[in-house]
């Protein structure tokens, strides 16, 4: 089989379907088995794994995928890609594609149709609409025990970030909520063509079955979104205005948290977070 990683044979296929890459849909293709080894080795596919991967392209990672696990669900917003993984999968019986935007589908009823199973997911996006994606998996409880998606490099350091290092924001603490994200290998603009503005990295996400802090999760998050929401500001401001109470009601839940009012949200643990959410709550009450 021939394998799609040469861009002679990509240029090939492009020529013989008529096929343009789409910026609007992100297109930067891999050429490089190395990097596409690390994915797999990285997600630790086993001959036993369903496997959603988003984005397939022309089907470069997707042969791989098909040959080393159970099942590969592929879903692909093109619809000029169609009849070229058509061609690039013919040998595999274990892939199902389906024509979709991701974000537009039921992921749930579509993965139950394929297996009752744990998935792991496998995804290189348009970096615009990838953390979108990410999200949507971790906050919908589905049945994906990891995510291994290439990222925009910022973004992979915004996602691992710990309290009070420059990238740590309210996208480390959604991402450390639902998962434990560890950063698998930095991916130089020159593996794709055509080649992206920027260096990406694959991140594994490993999906955790609880959170790893207690408290309500929407009032948790309210108060992160309000910690988060001026950036320089200090957590008294933030909160006062985000939770729409006064400096006082924020000083005395702060002090029950034992957190300094004069703090900035981009230095508190997801611990300190929970703390604050849940004296917020019986503040409320
Ligand atoms: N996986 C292939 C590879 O590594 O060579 C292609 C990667 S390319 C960066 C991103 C792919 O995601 C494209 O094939 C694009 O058409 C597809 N895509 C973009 N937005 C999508 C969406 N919302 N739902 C499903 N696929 C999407």
Known sequence: MDRLTSPSTINAIKKRYNFYFNKRYGQNFLTDVNIIEKILEG?????EDYILEIGPGIGTLTQFLCERSAHVLAIEIDKNLMPILGETLADFSNKTIINADVLRIDISEELSKISGKQ???IANLPYYITSEIVMTLLEN?????????MVQKEVAHRMVATPGTKDYGSLSVAVQYYSRPEIITIVPKTVFIPQPKVESCVIKLNVLDNP????DKDEFFKVVKASFSMRRKTLLNCLSSGLEL???QVTEILQKSHVDPVRRGE??????????ANNYISFKS
């Open 212 to 215: 790893p802090v207690k408290s």
């Open 43 to 47: 997600s630790n596919i086993t001959k």
């Open 119 to 121: 998935f792991k997911v």
């Open 246 to 248: 006064d400096k006082e």
């Open 267 to 276: 230095t508190l643990s997801l611990e300190e977070f929970a703390t604050v």
């Open 141 to 149: 409880k589905l049945p994906i025990e990891s995510i291994t998606v």
